[in-house]
């Protein structure tokens, strides 16, 4: 069946076309992994906000409103010259056998427009409607591609129970996913996202011709070095004790970062929270470089450097720390094999590799790290059909009465009766 989904909880405004296959021999308690999909159109159109500092959320709710009804015009048109999966009559124009939309989080005027839009394709289609849950997509993410044609079969497919780690410009999160409708959120920032913690590091780190975007990028580019073969050198040593244990470690220029809720802070309690914290990190660099640049001292670039390579290797350990504390938490029956990391700081190859030293070194080398492409990473409409195309063949199904929620707890889902309560 052909699914048209719709995605603007913030200010992409986006549109897939995908083909799904149902599998003959579906898993009962999986049944939408086993099918395979074919994307037919999938596009996005991202508002303009370069004349501010963030998004804002009118000059988003704008590009909506202009942009999604053209955009799913255009990739209709463009699907009715291809073939088809079911016995739809091309004359008879373009056919949609099931409208998958953002229902939240978000900003409640954007998710609107997406609903409203799916609401009147899903009526005039004369097709079910299935409101979508953004964090429950981009948690299902990684087992789109598995389900995806003409993809690289390398990809791992993480059946549940696994762990998502969610890091981007506006979010840093550890995600417990053990069914469709079962996804905890373990561990979240109490301030900024790790990538605006690297973000505002790269502002003050870099010079203005280094400081391309993302600035994430930027950062690590400017931080290592590559060996002839290719190879990064990273001259890194996990930390084999307990991560709630770790220190400073001094510079050869004497100074040094230290961890974020380190116990010699705020304590051994601090140190076991399961929460995340970037800004104590942030002011610390901000002030540091702050006081290199005063006239009376100099910062040469191999000392920024090692600045850019202590404020990654911190914030990376500090995000593994939680993952291990989990892990290796008293009563906790975890059994996965397979943790997700996605959002657009999981392209950094520092943190991959920091990732992977931590859990090896805690006796966790059994455990795979799977990376899905940045491109599914940020919001995208593919998720959206994908997270709709799960739900839809577990028995969901959405009202035409629903309205859009600007919260909605991923936790509460499955203690409402999913996707049909709240
Ligand atoms: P959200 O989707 O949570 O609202 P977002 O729009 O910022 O946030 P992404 O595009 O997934 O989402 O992430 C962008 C962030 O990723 C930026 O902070 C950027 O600096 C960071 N980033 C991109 N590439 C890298 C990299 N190689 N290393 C570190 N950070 C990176
Ligand atoms: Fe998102």
């Known amino acids: 069946y052909r699914v048209l989904a719709i995605e603007t909880s913030c200010d992409d405004t ?9 599998a003959s021999n579906a898993a009962k ?4 992994l086993t099918g395979s999909l074919r994307v037919l159109q999938h596009s996005t159109v991202t508002a303009n906000n370069d004349a501010y500092a963030g998004i804002h959320p009118l000059v988003a709710l704008h590009s909506h409103r202009a942009n999604l009804a053209p955009l799913v015009k255009k990739l209709l048109a463009k699907c009715e010259t291809l073939p088809s999966h079911s016995n739809h009559n091309v004359s008879d124009g373009p056919s949609i056998d099931l409208v998958a939309v953002t229902r939240g989080p978000g900003m409640r005027s954007n998710l609107s427009v997406g609903l409203d839009t799916a609401k009147g394709l899903a009526l005039a289609f004369n097709v079910p409607l299935i409101g979508v849950h953004h964090m429950q997509a981009h948690a299902l993410t990684s087992r789109l591609l598995s389900a995806m044609e003409n993809v690289d079969t390398q990809q791992i497919t993480p059946r549940f129970p696994f762990l998502s780690v969610l890091v981007s410009g506006g979010h840093t999160m550890l995600i417990d996913s053990t069914g469709l409708t079962e996804h905890k959120i373990l561990a979240e920032t109490q301030d900024i996202a790790l990538g605006d913690c690297l973000d505002k590091a790269a502002r003050v780190i870099l010079t203005p011709d280094q400081l391309k975007a993302p600035y994430g990028g930027a950062l690590e580019r400017f931080s290592f070095d590559q060996d002839s073969a290719g190879h990064w050198n990273y001259n890194y040593a996990a930390p084999s004790r307990r991560q709630d244990e770790l220190e400073r470690r001094p510079t050869e220029w004497g100074w040094s970062l230290s961890p974020p809720l380190a116990e010699s802070k705020g304590g051994e309690k601090s140190s ?18 702050k006081s290199k640049t005063s006239a009376a001292s100099t910062f040469t ?3 920024r450097r090692c600045l ?3 404020v990654q290797r911190i914030a990376f350990e500090h995000l593994a720390s939680r993952i291990l504390l989990y892990l290796s938490s ?9 943790i997700v990391v996605s959002g657009g700081v999981a392209s950094n190859r520092f943190l991959r590799y920091v990732l992977r030293k931590m859990l090896d070194v805690r006796g966790y080398s059994h455990i795979e790290l799977s990376f899905p492409p940045v491109s599914l990473c940020t919001d995208n409409a593919l998720m959206i059909a994908w997270a709709g195309i799960e739900m839809y063949e577990a028995g969901f199904q959405s009202n035409l009465d629903i309205g859009p929620l600007n919260k909605w707890s991923m936790d509460r889902r499955a203690a409402d009766g999913g996707i049909l309560g709240v």
Do not use: C, H, Q
Not at 14 to 22: E, G, P, T, W
Not at 29 to 32: F, I, L, S, T
Not at 330 to 338: C, E, L
């Open 14 to 22: 986006s549109v897939a076309i995908v083909d799904y296959k149902r």
């Open 330 to 338: 008293s009563g906790n029956d975890w059994k996965g094999d397979t």
């Open 308 to 310: 850019a390579r202590e």
């Open 29 to 32: 308690n999986e049944p939408g």
């Open 272 to 289: 076991r929270r399961m929460v995340y914290s970037f800004t104590g990190l942030t002011t610390s660099v901000e002030r540091l470089v």
């Open 301 to 303: 670039t191999e000392e």
